[in-house]
Structure formats: structure tokens, C-alpha cells
Nanobody, 124 residues
Framework: VQLQASGGGSVQTGASLRLSCARSGRSFSNYAVAWFRRAQGKEREFVAGILNSGASTRYADSAKGRFTISRDSAKNTVELQLNSLKPEDTAIYYC??????????????????WGQGTQVTVSS
């Protein structure tokens, strides 16, 4: 399954970005979709995830209150709205998907499909 992440960029502290994860060819039906990020020199970490129905979402503590994950069924994408960005949010952001999950996995081994990543850089 091919996932395409887009929407990254270079912004200043306090700015916003909207990341988008698209799946080529097929819908996200019955998939849990999540965003992870990897900062330079650090391990990849879970940011936010959403179930197919959109009824269940999970956020890392660092994302709560600032980031919002959502589905756009019409565009067949999963979006991650990043608000109040901080320099420590600088990382490559990856979207990931897995089919048939009961909940939203928060570890990367819980996902089978990955996108190529999009760079987010926040300067002070």
C-alpha cells in the first residue's frame, strides 16, 4: 500500500501547518492511520492516530491540545493539523496505516504501511 505524506515546511514558533496522508488507489476503510515523527538523533515516536470511523483518536502527550488528527473521506486522506508549533516539533513526520486494528496502536510495529515522510522545521 502506497502512502503519500505532504504538507510539511519551514515555519516559525507558533505557526501552523496541515499535513496530509493520502493512499493511492484504495480507501482507508477499515484502517487505523497514525502519524509518527522522527527528530534528528532520536527514535521515531507516535504523534496521533485515528480509527477508520473517526470515533476513536489517540494523541501523544506532546500533541494534546495542539495537534488534531482527522479523516477527510471525500479526499481519502487523513489530516494532521499542527498548531502552536515549537522548535521541538522539528522532525520528519510519517503517516502509517494498518488494517483491522481494534484500537489505535501507538508503537510503530503496529503498522504495516508507511509513507515517505514530510519534513517539518520550526525555528525560534
Amino acid at each position: 500500500v502506497q502512502l503519500q505524506a505532504s504538507g510539511g515546511g519551514s515555519v516559525q514558533t507558533g505557526a501552523s501547518l496541515r499535513l496530509s496522508c493520502a493512499r493511492s488507489g484504495r480507501s482507508f476503510s477499515n484502517y487505523a492511520v497514525a502519524w509518527f515523527r522522527r527528530a534528528q538523533g532520536k527514535e521515531r515516536e507516535f504523534v496521533a492516530g485515528i480509527l477508520n470511523s473517526g470515533a476513536s483518536t489517540r494523541y501523544a502527550d506532546s500533541a494534546k491540545g495542539r495537534f488534531t488528527i482527522s479523516r477527510d473521506s471525500a479526499k481519502n486522506t487523513v489530516e494532521l493539523q499542527l498548531n502552536s508549533l515549537k522548535p521541538e516539533d522539528t522532525a520528519i513526520y510519517y503517516c502509517a496505516a494498518t488494517r483491522g486494528s481494534v484500537g489505535v496502536p501507538t508503537i510503530d510495529t503496529g503498522y504495516t504501511d508507511w509513507g515517505q515522510g514530510t519534513q517539518v522545521t520550526v525555528s525560534s
